[in-house]
């Protein structure tokens, strides 16, 4: 990993995205005893300045003592595996409108982070959020208007998750492995849900939901064992439209609220 690359500043190496434009991503760290790294917006190469616009993959693999990362709002993505092994890495401010690519923060060490609500996701639209072992709160903010396929999978202590009133659609198998997230609240702006768990891989206690009339979703959304043992929480008034819908009326225990 650390030959790929165009060219060296600092402690950081680079590989050159677009000569045109005079932009570069971060290919390489060289940061394995760094507590702090501050990535620029710009740096010198060539007698030229260039734009620093990404998060190359593997970019900071196995920084094992990084604790700060800082990013400039020059930062436009996130690629596979950029933050991987940075143990020690708890938390990171993501910059505005960034486009986090699949398994962005794949194995890092956080353990709480905001999503800020212009993110993009990468075109795959798959667990960009996902394999963060010891991540415990998850929010994203107000803008998100949707959560991709396997988003928050395998994250095992995620107790806590915000989701936006913006939220509309929630993708497959988003919760799979997030043995530690016994509540969710789903947004009444949320049109449409994908199958969000494997059968019997789910840790589901409290389902809220916020509309009048349910929407229409699959028979097998959630596994028979959420079905058959957590509470699904309704509107008051609206028990009855659940039991007569189809994915909604095979939960046991409904309760209105």
């Keep these: 990993m650390a030959s790929a690359y165009d060219f060296k500043s600092g402690s950081l190496c680079y590989t050159i995205v677009s000569k045109s434009e005079r932009t570069v991503e971060v290919a390489y760290a060289n940061a394995r005893h760094a507590n702090k790294v501050v990535v620029p917006s710009e740096v010198n190469y060539d007698g030229k300045k260039w734009r620093v616009v990404g998060l190359g993959p593997d970019a900071f693999y196995d920084s094992v003592k990084l604790t700060e990362l ?13 933050l991987e092994r940075c143990h020690e890495l708890k938390q990171i401010k993501l910059p505005s409108g960034v486009t986090l690519r699949t398994y962005a923060l794949r194995n890092s060490g956080i353990t709480s982070i905001r999503v ?16 963060l072992p010891k991540v415990t709160s998850i929010l994203l903010e107000e803008g998100i208007e949707s959560v991709p396929d396997a988003a928050f999978q395998f994250d095992a202590n995620l107790e806590y998750l915000t989701l936006p009133t913006s939220l509309r659609h929630i993708g497959r198998y988003a919760f799979v ?4 997230l016994t509540r969710l609240d789903i947004p009444v702006g949320v049109r449409t849900i994908g199958r969000l768990v494997d059968f019997g891989d789910c840790a589901l206690k409290e389902i809220h939901v916020h509309w009048q009339d349910p929407i229409q979703i699959a028979g097998n959304t959630f596994p028979k064992d959420t079905y058959m043992n957590a509470v699904l929480y309704v509107p008051r008034g609206s028990k009855g439209n659940y039991r007569a819908s189809v994915g909604w009326c095979r939960f046991k225990n409904i309760e209105e609220e």
């Design 116 to 131: 800020p609500g212009n993110v993009k996701w990468g075109s795959r639209h798959i667990g960009q959020l996902s394999n």
């Design 70 to 82: 800082v990013l400039p709002s020059s930062i436009k993505y996130i690629a596979g595996g950029a």
């Design 177 to 180: 492995g997030c043995s530690a």
